[in-house]
Every structure is written in structure tokens, then in C-alpha cells.
């Protein structure tokens, strides 16, 4: 199936850890997103890569640190999880700047 | 910066019915793409309808149209013969480019039942 998939689905573990969210596309668009939604449902993104290059940040703590290998993939990894850092998080792409993004199923982080 | 504002945190509607959610939003550009996606419980978001600032034409999908207003800067959601799976969160969106990406702004929400 073509899609946008992440992983972990579900995600619990202690303050203090340190996770990684990956997110792999199969529909050969060049630019991939970080979105994350709080318990309010208030969706905001958060990172943006066209082709490797990151090309939108916005102003995420920096304990957060995307890393694509290649197009296909925008792994997200955090450093000494916060409870603040608890919501779901989606992982996106598209083709084309001006088209619609496709978002993965979302990961919920729960940290304790 | 933009903003985008959703004033009805919940709505409901009986099947068959007819229901328009609405949307506003808040920019200087003169280009730019609105989108509504739709979030089920099982939290997938989902792509109803796109729309074009530049095309004066309201995109339909079948049961889903927009009444897209530029210089009131409103675009609402209109959904006829609503089903049961119409059932979901709804973000009305808007989509800027920087550069080689493009950001969307999402709208807070609104949370849709559909009833019998």
C-alpha cells in the first residue's frame, strides 16, 4: 500500500528518556513534516525537510531533532521526555508545496 | 503571521441532513491553498476539500462543498445527506509556502456528530 506510515503507533514511557518516532513515505514526495496535536487537538507544525534539507523549524525545543537519511524517511527523536511533551504526533509529506499534505496514522507519546 | 479561527467547537446534525461549518481566517498574501481535513476517532486525518485563493469557483466532492468568500476571508464546510461516518473533528486549514515546503495552519477544530 502506498502511504505514509509511522512508528510506533503508541508510545509510554518515563520522564527523563530518551524516544525516536519514525516515519517512512512510499509516494515519492520530496518533502516530509512533523506535526504534533495536544490534548486540546490543536494541531501545529513543528519541522519541515524537502529532500533531506530542513526548511521549516518552528522554534521546537531543542531537544527535538529530526533526522532524514534520505527522502523517504524524517525519523524524529527527543531527548529527556517532559511531561508537556505528551500528544500525538504526525508525521506528513507532499509533492508539491502548493498540494495536499498526506499525514501518517499519528503517534500518541505518553510520558509518566 | 496567520491565523485561522473555527467558532464552533461542536455541532451536531441527523442523518440526511444538511450542516455548514464555518471558518475564517486572517492574511496578507494573495495566494494561498485552504484545505478542510477531517479526524475520525481513529485519529487519521483525512483530506475532504482543497480550494485555490485564485479560483473564484467553490470546489465540491461530492456530499462536501465550500462556500469560499476571499474578501470576507471566510470558507465554510458545507456537508449535505450526512452519514453516520461523517462522524469526526473537523480543522479547516491554511497553507503558505516557505521556500521548498509548505506549512499548514490548522484552525482549533470542530467536533461533528452525526445522530439518527
Known amino acids: 500500500d502506498t502511504a505514509v506510515s509511522q512508528t510506533p503507533k503508541y508510545l509510554v514511557t518515563q520522564m527523563g528518556n530518551d524516544k525516536s518516532i519514525k516515519c517512512e513515505q512510499n509516494?515519492?514526495?520530496?518533502?516530509m513534516y512533523w506535526y504534533k496535536q495536544d490534548s486540546k487537538k490543536f494541531l501545529k507544525i513543528m519541522f519541515s525537510?524537502?529532500?533531506?534539507?530542513?526548511?521549516i523549524n518552528e522554534t521546537v525545543p531543542n531537544r527535538f531533532s529530526p533526522k532524514s537519511p534520505d527522502k523517504a524517511h524524517l525519523n524524529l527523536h527527543i531527548n529527556s521526555l517532559e511531561l508537556g511533551d505528551s500528544a500525538v504526533y504526525f508525521c506528513a509529506s507532499s509533492q508539491d508545496p502548493h498540494y495536499e499534505q498526506f499525514f501518517g496514522p499519528g503517534t500518541r507519546l505518553t510520558v509518566l | 503571521a496567520q491565523t485561522v479561527t473555527q467558532s464552533q467547537p461542536e455541532m451536531s446534525v441527523q442523518e440526511a441532513e444538511t450542516v455548514t461549518l464555518s471558518c475564517t481566517y486572517d492574511t496578507s498574501e494573495n495566494n494561498y491553498y485552504l484545505f478542510w481535513y477531517k479526524q475520525p476517532p481513529s485519529r487519521q486525518m483525512i483530506l475532504v476539500i482543497r480550494q485555490e485563493a485564485y479560483k473564484q469557483q467553490n470546489a465540491t466532492e461530492n456530499r462536501f462543498s465550500v462556500n469560499f468568500q476571499k474578501a470576507a476571508k471566510s470558507f465554510s464546510l458545507k456537508i449535505s445527506d450526512s452519514q453516520l461516518g461523517d462522524t469526526a473533528m473537523y480543522f479547516c486549514a491554511f497553507m503558505t509556502r516557505t521556500g521548498t515546503a509548505s506549512k499548514l495552519t490548522f484552525g482549533t477544530g470542530t467536533r461533528l456528530q452525526v445522530t439518527l
Open positions: 525537510y524537502n529532500n533531506k534539507e530542513l526548511i
Open positions: 509516494l515519492g514526495h520530496d518533502t
